[in-house]
């Protein structure tokens, strides 16, 4: 089992920054992708980023492309997602993810463990 907790979310501004943080602790030996995910009101959970614990590989929506950057920290066992230039349709409830997967993946269904969620709004 792997165990994920994001933090970081909050309200902002539009044009400011956020930084979103996600805790994994338990098993986390065989987690090879972690991910982030959003769900605004009303709309599907879509991808965000993706990260591999193993090689400097990242992949981004093109939604977010060049404004969200994804990183981690494998000695904390926690990633990232630093969000700059907010804007109000980036408003959603985040959600880290962790797949057993060794490949980078967008599909909220080919990842086994999820965190909670954190709000972000980013008002007009």
């Known amino acids: 089992q792997v165990q994920l907790v994001e933090s970081g979310g909050g309200f902002v501004q539009a044009g400011g920054s956020l930084r979103l943080s996600c805790a994994a602790s338990?098993?986390?030996?065989?987690?090879?992708?972690m991910g982030w995910f959003r769900q605004a009101p009303g709309k599907e959970r879509e991808f965000v980023a993706a990260i591999s614990w193993t090689v400097n590989n990242e992949y981004y929506a093109d939604s977010v492309k060049g404004r969200f950057t994804i990183s981690r920290d494998s000695g904390k066992n926690t990633f990232y997602l630093q969000m700059n230039s907010l804007k109000p349709e980036d408003t959603a409830v985040y959600y880290c993810?962790?797949?057993?997967?060794?490949?980078?993946?967008?599909?909220?269904?080919?990842?086994?463990?999820w965190g909670q969620g954190t709000q972000v709004t980013v008002s007009s």
């Open positions: 993810a962790a797949a057993r997967r060794d490949v980078l993946i967008s599909s909220p269904n080919e990842y086994d463990y």
């Open positions: 338990g098993r986390t030996y065989n987690t090879y992708v």
